[in-house]
């Protein structure tokens, strides 16, 4: 008997080295943290796929409600009461002249900018005419050019106006030889 309890003591020895202080063994431990490890990776690919379904969704939403605008009112329009005829910068032989009516356009009904605009028609017309006087037809040409020279014209005669500003420049009928 003596052999048999030595023996259960030495069972029991071995058996409470291979427990934890808390009385759990090594291996619930380790299946208990894998388990934990397993729950956290799964929590992670979870939030992920809803945060990225979120923001696909925002998204799509977003370019779904764009809205276009409505049109701006129209602008009020000036009128020259003639049309520019200058011969352009060309030097070649016959050299080139254009011709051209145009419409500046502005905000609302400005009266006082309406009557600058009459009062001030001589400076703006010498303006356009220096301005076109300096291009030759090459610079005329293409639709850019036209733009470019729709804006020199539009900073000009802005610099002049002091009871508003000419928002476009309108080419009604232009022509270049």
Known sequence: MADEELMEEDELEGGEAAALPSGRSKLVTILMI??????????TVLISYFVAKNVRTASYEM??????APAPPPLSIYKFPKEFRVNTADTEEGGGYIQLMINLGYVGENKQ???????????MMHIINILLSGKRK???????????????????INMLLREGKIEEVYFESIVIS
Do not use: D, F, T
Request: glycine content about 4%; charged content about 20%; cysteine-free.
């Open 34 to 43: 894998a388990a934990g490890i397993l729950v956290l990776v799964l929590l």
């Open 63 to 68: 370019q779904q409600n764009i809205v276009i």
């Open 113 to 123: 900018l309406e009557a600058e605009l009459s009062n001030r028609n001589a400076q």
């Open 138 to 156: 090459e610079e005329l040409n293409g639709q850019m050019q036209k733009q470019n020279l729709a804006e020199e014209i539009k900073s000009q």
